[in-house]
């Protein structure tokens, strides 16, 4: 049945959209932090953040449902559930950050974040991170970085690399921010030189895409100063660290001690349902709202919005912020332990439920293996635990479950990982 599903879909939908594993998954159910396959296999799901408090939860399905029997409406009427969302989730961001604009994706959110800088600013320069994905757009994908794209690097765009004081070679860490900070000064000085200007810099503020790398603590809020003295702003993407996934905060951000002009939102906003969001001040929403009439169709909808607020609802009163925060210290502290034990395998990164493991082909740490890297994302879900890797060589580990995650799903986990290490790695 999957080999059929499989042909029907590439006859469809085209051979080149991914799929996880060499012999794909047919899923067929999700409950909290497990998916059950077509042959009535249950996996501990330690990848996707779409559902953000877990498969098919039953506050969230129970608003989708109600509202959809009672109303679906666009945001040219007034709706109060949609209004009390908005006024939920600007509670949640640092003062000056208190207005909303609702899409339909994280893609989306960082499109018109761009678009609304490049008015304000009058520039047109983007500066992103060497290793980097924001979203599918033209725009986007212009400086993407990060992933397979036929758009090249626009001539309006500048990447930088992202320091990690991680990385086997590492100098100390004023050194490494002294010279991150100097490239972003080149790559600023560049844009102005070509006469486009520093409209913006983009971030995701977890690095996720490129590794979950960790920078000097000064390095975020020092270029976030930079690009603002070059007339620039800067985006917070939040579509992967937000809500709580990082434990100690709502918002990656926030970890680094300064305060963006826009934050981007989407993939766990509406566990599931489709909703997205930028949030920014008063003053940029006035000004591009005065002179743009923006709108859209789907977005802020009252279905969405019952979803999105049910989410917080839940991240609220089920505690799973500060679930996150101590769930991710004790997986940490056992990852540490673990790969201690074995010379090829790289230091922890992340924060709270998002983290992972760089795994090399040599002790010295010289040379990232990717190919054993994706044979254990493979042994792990032969053992029945899904995670995938990441990174610029594809060779860091990818660990990032539902916040529903208990301990008891953690101690698997952590378990199965041992097991699929001490297999490759020998014990």
Do not use: C
């Amino acid at each position: 049945m999957t080999n059929d599903l499989l042909a029907r879909r590439h006859a469809t939908l085209g051979p080149h959209s991914p799929l996880f594993y060499r012999a794909p998954l047919e899923m067929v159910r999700g409950e909290g932090v497990w998916l059950t396959d077509a042959q009535g296999r249950r996996y501990l799901d330690a990848y996707n953040n779409v559902p953000h408090v877990g498969h098919s939860h039953p506050r969230v399905v129970a608003a989708v449902a109600e509202q959809m029997a009672t109303l679906n409406i666009h945001t040219r009427y007034l709706n109060e559930r949609v209004v009390r969302y908005a006024e939920k989730l600007l509670a949640l961001f640092d003062p000056g950050l208190d207005r909303l604009f609702l899409t339909n994706s994280g893609s989306e959110a960082n499109e018109l974040a761009i678009r609304i800088a490049r008015q304000h600013t009058g520039h047109r320069g983007v500066i992103v991170s060497d290793f980097s994905y924001h979203g599918n757009t033209i725009t986007l994908a212009e400086v993407t970085t990060g992933l397979d794209a036929a758009e090249a690097l626009a001539p309006h765009a500048r990447a930088i690399r992202i320091p990690d004081l991680d990385a086997t070679d590492a100098p100390d860490e004023q050194t490494l921010l002294r010279s991150a900070l100097a490239e972003l000064d080149a790559a600023i000085a560049s844009l102005d030189e070509a006469g486009f200007g520093v409209a913006v810099l983009l971030i995701d503020t977890l690095f996720t895409t490129e590794g979950v790398v960790r920078p000097p603590r000064d390095f975020v809020r020092l270029a976030a100063e930079r690009v603002r003295r070059a007339g620039g702003l800067v985006i917070a993407d939040e579509v992967q660290p937000g809500f709580g996934r990082i434990g100690t905060y709502w918002w990656g951000y926030q970890q680094w001690g300064f305060t963006p002009d826009f934050v981007t939102m989407g993939k766990s906003m509406g566990n599931g349902h489709p909703v997205a969001g930028v949030v920014t001040t008063q003053a940029l929403l006035e000004e591009f709202g005065s002179h743009n009439m923006f709108f859209n169709t789907f977005a802020g909808n009252p279905v969405s919005a019952a979803a999105a607020e049910a989410v917080l609802d839940v991240i609220h009163d089920e505690g799973l912020r500060e679930r996150a925060a101590e769930n991710g210290a004790f997986i940490r502290e056992r990852l540490e332990a673990i790969t201690a034990s074995y010379e090829a395998l790289g230091p922890v990164r992340g924060a709270g439920l998002f983290f992972g493991f760089e795994i090399f082909a040599d002790a010295a740490r010289s040379t990232p293996d990717p190919a054993t890297t994706k044979d254990l994302v493979e042994d792990m879900r032969e053992r029945g635990v899904l995670l995938s890797r990441i990174g610029r060589h594809d060779s860091v580990f990818k660990i990032r479950p539902p916040l529903a995650l208990e301990r008891a799903h953690a101690e698997r986990l952590l378990a199965t990982i041992e097991e699929s290490i001490a297999v490759r790695f020998g014990s």
